[in-house]
Structures are given as C-alpha cells and as structure tokens.
C-alpha cells in the first residue's frame, strides 16, 4: 500500500511530464486539443460574440477569419496591440517581425509587462498571445529587414508564410522609420503584395493608417516624406537627449483603425478606407484615396501600374442600360382611387416634430413629436354663427 509522500511525488512527477508535453505541443495537435471553432453562437463558445456578427448581417461568414494569415512587422506601442486584437479576433496565423528589446520605457505602452524587459518583442510578444489564444499559429522572427540578408528572408516569409504555403493575405507596417517603411515597401511591390501602413506622430498625438495596393494606389514612395523625398539620412535629424513622445490612448487608436480595416479587408463587410488620419487635439478624421503617381522613383510601383492598367483596359466594360418607366394608365377606376402627391419633406418634418441642429454624418434616431394644439372655447366660437348655448341644446335633442 503506497504511502501518502510515494502519492504525492507520483502526482509531481505526472504534473511535470504535463508541463514538459505542454511546451512541445505542436500548433496542429494544440488545434486538434483545443477543437475546431464552432460557428454556433453559444456561451461555450469562445468567439460566440465573434459569430454574432453573422446574424446581424454584418459579416458573411465571420469564421473564415481562421483562413487568413497577416504579417505585422513592428510589435512596438501599435504593432504589439495590433497583434493582440487579431489574435483576439482568432486569424489563422501570425507572422511577427522586430529587431528590438522590451525596456523599461515600454511600460508606458499597452501589452508588455515590467518581468519581460531584457527579452525580445517578438518572443515576449508571443508567449502573451499564446496564452491569450493558442488556437492561432505565430512565428516571430527576431531581426532588422533592412539590411540586405535579413530583407531577402523577410521576402521569402511574405510570399511562403501563409497557411497553405503561399503568401500571406495582409502586410501590416507598425514600424517607426522610414527606412523600414522603405523597405516594406520596395519588398511589396516586386511582389504585389497588398498591405496597410500606419504611423504616429512624435508628438503622439496624431496618427494614420493608408492601406496600399501596388498599382493600383499610391505605394509610400509615391508620395514620400521630406526625409526620403531628399534623400536626407533620418540619423542626422535625431536631436541629443530627446526623443520621442508616446501615449498609449494614441497607439490603441491607431491600432484599432488599423484592425478595423484589417477585418473590413479580409472578410470583405463595410467599406475599406484607403486612407484615414487622426488629430487628437482637433478631434479630426480626415480620409482620403490617393493615385500612384507615375513619376514614382520606385521601378516596382512603375511596373505595377503598367499591370494594373493593362488589366483594367483588358476587363470587360460593363453596358449600361436606361431603364424606361412605364406609363400605367387606367381606364377605369370603378373605386374612384386617387393618387395623392407624395408627402413633403416640410410635412415630414413637421409630422416628425423638431429636429436639433446636427454636424454632416450625424442623424437622430427619433423626434420627439409635437404635441397637439389645444382648441380654445373662442376659437369654437369664433368659427361658428351659433353660440355654444345653442349647440349644447342641439346636442341634447338628439
């Protein structure tokens, strides 16, 4: 008969063979654990709120989201909470890419934790959202893609990354310079790989996202900055002792946006805005599309507009056809139907009641209508040759 210290040391041993079989699961069998997600929307169902989006017609099929694999290079203050809210949202498969080490300075941000500083982004960044959502495949990759070796990897991942071996579907840019914007550039083009890119400002109180389809759109050196635009090494505009602002209210929103557009793109609901800015301190949204402009100094961007134009010149123009409305006339109208004139928007108005004031884009849901108006003993009397007396005496002998 076992003792109970032989028991306990038995439920150690099992606990640690648990906890080493934990670490060397593989995505596919942490998959097979885990089980498939369900489109039923039930409370056992972690995505349930997911799946909702279905019913209300908002989405078409939230679960292909499962599908889907997206690239984020740089998981700093916008790229960690970018990775986060896909992970939430279950993607299928998350490629991360940075080069940096979690400090001290980061606690200001959302995501990392005081006990990661000295690891890797990508790695800390990995073990939250495993823990967060082990059912979406990650690979990190801890390294600058803007030097040569490392820039031809970064490649190769983007076009073979995906789920099936192919390339990934989306290309999210969270970095901070412009020479990694370059690069993510340079490398989408050559390979016509859609992706959106996203920025804050130093003084982190405005920011943007501006989604880029090569060819079709502006690509970033379509329109650069005045530190590319001249060629100027952004190094020597860095001033001692002063660096750059960072609020973690700024970078959600920036990341929000940019995860919104994420979804919008992938599951194909809404309207994908190709270019939507942020001012905290006027609380200003503007947005906009722009065209690729063909004087760009990219080779890539110029070869893909050629390819964009031949395609649309190539598809077939859809015929437009004037619809003529029917004069319905009737030639009899044994009921003595008639037709009224449609109601008028000062009528509408008025049945509806009063109607604030409101900025563009902005409705009321309801009117309060107005109440009626009191009928005053003059006005009967005034509108009447007989006396109230007198009518109350007809009223009674009837």
Known sequence: METIE????R??????????????????????????MSSEVVDSNPYSRLMALKRMGIVDNYERIRDFTVAVVGVGGVGSVTAEMLTRCGIGKLLMFDYDKVELANMNRLFYQPHQAGLSKVEAAERTLREINPDVEFEVHNYNITTMENFQHFMKRISEGGLTGGPVDLVLSCVDNFEARMAINTACNEM??????????????????????????????????????????????????????SLPTTMAVVAGFLVQNTLKYL??????????????????????????????DENHCLRRQKLYK?????????????????????????????????????????????????????????????????????????????????????MKGL
């Open 6 to 9: 032989s028991l306990k040391k």
């Open 11 to 36: 439920v150690q041993d099992l606990e640690a063979k648990l906890a080493e079989a934990s670490k060397t699961i593989t995505p596919q069998q942490m998959r097979e654990k885990i089980g498939q």
């Open 192 to 245: 016509g790989q859609t992706w959106i890119e996203s920025g804050v400002s130093e003084n982190a109180v405005s920011g943007h996202i501006q989604l880029i389809i090569p060819g079709e759109t502006s690509c970033f050196a379509c329109a650069p900055p005045l530190v590319v635009a001249t060629n100027t090494d952004e190094k020597t505009l860095k001033r001692e002792g002063v660096c750059a602002a």
């Open 267 to 296: 599951l194909g609901f809404g309207q994908v805005t190709h270019y939507l800015g942020y001012n905290a301190l006027q609380d200003f949204f503007p947005t906009m599309a722009m065209k690729p402009n063909p004087q760009c």
């Open 310 to 394: 031949e395609q649309e010149a190539a598809r077939p123009k859809e015929v437009v056809v004037e619809k003529k409305e029917e004069i319905i006339v009737h030639e009899e109208n044994d009921w003595g139907i008639e037709l009224m004139s449609e109601t008028t928007e000062d009528e509408l108005k008025a049945a509806e009641g009063e109607v604030p004031v409101l900025t563009e884009g902005v409705t009321v849901a309801y009117t309060k209508p107005e109440p009626p108006a009191q009928i005053q003993d003059e006005e009967i009397s005034s509108t009447t040759e007989q006396s109230l007396e007198e009518l109350m005496k007809q």
